[in-house]
């Protein structure tokens, strides 16, 4: 009799309902503090999703949204709808693939898809919804696991049923952050998984579940910040979205229901309005955070406090808010002197963000925490800055593992920590960082500032998923003589660098002239470099009409670049006439741009 299966499989997927909404419903800003916490439902605003192609899955820069003036030819797409077919499309939508940012809100998404779900809101056709966020596969990489018992380490309530209910329910399953996977996934033939009960490394099961061989019937959401995207073959996606945060009226929507005192939050909107750069990156939802954390803190201090105006600022200043929110219980409000007593455990903190953002890791282990001096049992680690900068979650066996806040947190940590180690001498640090032609060698002759920031460029250069780009902004952001003031105290002196700035100005635009090959992504990551040592003077139209670039042609890496520059640019640009070039960029690029160039 079929009944009290049917009974028991509708209390199963109660009790997982009811599971993942406990999980999904709240929203931790900053660390997971029972004060932090914020229900999703009450802040969630939004996003701006796109429907994108397939086909070049990697042709667009991270940052290549940002602010898109012509939006009118993209139809949204509502997180909610992701798996719906449109009206023209016969075949079923069965895995998607997200692209977006760090900070725009892809996780947010997946959080906001399975509430909706939990809460009877949206895509009520589906039995089970199984979440596997790459940063928690990567601490079991190496096990061996069925599906099924993959799947039971995370979702516990699934133990008493039956595997093969797997492929009889309706399920979708969501790997979260491909780009923090350590993961090798294998998309050729060799290693076939057809069986949810046979066991198999966890990226055989994940190609497996991808290639549809295990469980075809199952809808599959990646997520990925864009660089990291074109790891998966095209032909095994069948719709590409992407996340383009926060439009302008989102961007409003968001500091209003962030910020409960009208006033505040009026004035707040006003700054950002006022700054072209700061209304252009709060299109990213973790900015957002960030700014109204910062403004928040610099307004109750001084109406006319002035605002910070480049990334790097902005983080400065939220290290120095969060270290200023945890010491006021002790009456110590001067944020230089709070730096000073708080330097060891920042400069600890930092050296970890930077020892494990070169080895490709999101998440440590209290081992990799003790081998930078960190105890976590000492109460100092849970007083000053690291109780927000830090967060631990207790994932697969129950084992603790610690991240930063954001993954952008750890990598102006770590941007800090290369600089600090510049100022104080720290020649091995540098020499384990440096390309081998800069290193010293004997470490008898420091390494000059110039040759590690050129080094870092032509590091962040060769990297293939672009995972030194915002280290490398937050290290040339961190070498600037303004910034380095606001850190004075963290590192005990600053260095006279605004010889070398000039100089490595100089390199980067040399770089994007001269070299052909740059593709769009490192193209417009070096312009950003620039941006963030405050070098406006790089004009587009001198960019375009370098002599390098032949009259007839502009390479799809230079089209999106001249579309993206235009976004960031403070002054009007001469119209350009995109028609007279041969350009390899597809139509849609092209006149993306030209509307840019023209709105």
């Known amino acids: 009799d079929a009944t009290p299966d049917l009974y028991w499989l509708q209390l ?26 914020t229900l999703l439902n009450r802040i969630y605003t939004q996003l701006y999703i796109i429907e994108g192609e397939s086909e070049g899955v990697n042709e667009e820069h991270e940052v290549l949204q940002m602010e898109k003036t012509a939006r009118t030819q993209d139809t949204p797409i509502y997180c909610n709808d992701i798996f719906k077919q449109g009206c023209e499309e016969k075949d079923e939508i069965k895995t998607v693939l997200t692209k977006g940012i760090a900070g ?24 089970f919804m199984f979440v596997l966020p790459f940063r928690e596969l990567n601490l079991i990489k190496d096990h061996q696991y069925s599906l099924h018992r993959l799947l039971l ?12 209910i797997y492929e009889e ?49 199952a809808l599959i959401w990646i997520t990925s910040r864009p660089a990291a995207a074109n790891q998966i073959p095209s032909k095994y996606i069948n719709r590409v979205t992407e996340i383009q945060g926060f439009n302008d009226p989102q961007k409003e929507k968001y500091f209003r229901k962030r910020i409960s005192d009208r006033h505040q939050a009026d004035k707040i909107i006003e700054h950002i309005k006022r700054s072209r750069s700061l209304h252009i990156m709060c299109h990213i939802p973790v900015f957002c955070w960030i700014s109204a954390t910062v403004f928040q803190n610099l307004l109750k201090q001084d109406d006319s406090a002035e605002i910070p105006q480049t990334l790097t600022e902005m983080y400065i200043h939220f290290l120095l808010t969060q270290i200023n929110m945890r010491n006021q219980k002790y009456d110590e409000r001067n944020p230089e002197k709070l730096l000073k007593s708080n330097r060891d455990v920042i400069v600890k903190l930092a050296e970890l963000a930077f020892k494990q953002l070169m080895k490709g890791n999101v998440m440590f282990h209290e081992e990799d925490l003790n081998e930078s001096g960190i105890d976590v049992t000492d109460a100092s680690v849970y007083s000053g800055i690291c109780t927000e900068i ?48 800069y290193t010293t060698g004997t470490g008898k002759t420091p390494v000059s500032l110039y040759d590690l920031l050129k080094s870092a460029v032509d590091k962040s250069l060769q990297s293939k998923n672009g995972h030194l780009d915002l280290f490398l902004q937050f290290l040339l952001g961190v070498s600037l003589e303004s910034n380095q003031r606001l850190l004075q105290d963290l590192l005990t002196c600053t260095v006279n660098s605004s010889g070398t700035i000039t100089r490595i100005r100089h390199y980067i635009k040399t770089k994007i002239k001269a070299d052909e090959h740059l593709s769009a992504d490192r193209c417009i990551s070096l312009f950003l470099c620039l941006l963030e040592m405050e070098d406006q003077t790089l004009e587009i139209q001198e960019f375009v009409k370098s002599k390098n670039h032949s009259e007839n042609k502009l390479s799809l890496a230079h089209c999106l670049t001249i579309a993206y520059m235009h976004q960031i640019s403070e002054k009007e640009l001469d119209e350009i006439d995109l028609k007279k070039y041969n350009t390899d960029a597809d139509r849609r690029v092209i006149s993306a741009v030209v509307d840019c160039i023209k709105a």
Not at 104 to 127: C, R, Y
Not at 169 to 194: A, H, N, P
């Open 12 to 37: 199963v997927e109660n009790q997982h309902k009811t599971s993942m909404k406990n999980k999904h419903e709240r929203l931790f800003e900053g660390i997971k503090l029972e004060e932090n916490q």
């Open 104 to 127: 725009i809100g892809k996780t947010v998404s997946v959080q906001k898809f399975i509430l909706d779900w939990t809460e009877g809101k949206a895509n009520q056709d589906v039995d």
């Open 153 to 164: 380490d995370f979702h516990p309530e699934l133990q008493d049923l039956d595997s093969k």
């Open 169 to 217: 329910c309706k399920v979708v399953f969501i790997f979260d952050g491909l780009d923090e996977s350590r993961i090798t996934l294998m998309f050729s033939d060799d290693e076939k998984v057809c069986d949810v009960n046979e066991s198999s490394s966890v990226g055989v099961l994940m190609s497996n579940l991808i290639r549809g061989e295990l469980l075809p019937s």
């Open 390 to 437: 830090f967060k631990e979650e207790s994932v697969i066996h129950q084992r603790k593992v610690y991240c930063f806040i954001h993954l952008s947190f750890q990598e102006f940590l770590a941007g800090l920590y290369m600089f600090y180690c510049y100022v104080v001498k720290n020649e091995e640090s540098i020499n384990l960082f440096l390309t081998k032609e």
